[in-house]
């Protein structure tokens, strides 16, 4: 089975995030990307087709380049894993402060 990246696999790696980080703040083309990092243009767009294989980022034509923006969806698929184990923590939080205090013992 081919590799293929999910977006915390996309996002471990720092120049990855500073893109993605970069790209929440404003969509940018990749040499926009490329003269606010120690990176050449080519390893930006090879970091975005990184991100945009794992669902966080879309990309659409304008004029001869190609502006690259924040995917909602992929960054909502994200919080929503997240959300799961958050979601345990409270439920299992809750369980123990509502538990009877001799059943503690």
Do not use: C
């Not at 500073?18 to 404003?26: K, P, S, T, V, Y």
């Not at 294989?53 to 909502?76: A, H, K, Q, S």
């Amino acid at each position: 089975m081919a590799y293929r990246a999910d977006g915390f696999t996309a996002l471990a790696d720092p120049t990855r995030r500073a893109i993605f980080e970069r790209l929440a703040e404003r969509p940018s083309a990749v040499g926009e990307l490329a003269g606010d990092l120690p990176v050449s243009r080519p390893a930006v767009s090879q970091h975005l087709k990184v991100l945009k294989e794992g669902g966080l980022v879309i990309d659409e034509p304008d004029g001869t380049r190609r502006i690259y923006r924040v995917d909602p969806e992929g960054v909502d698929a994200l919080r929503a894993y997240l959300d799961t184990f958050w979601n345990q923590a409270l439920a299992a939080f809750k369980q123990a402060v509502e538990q009877d205090p001799k059943e503690k013992r």
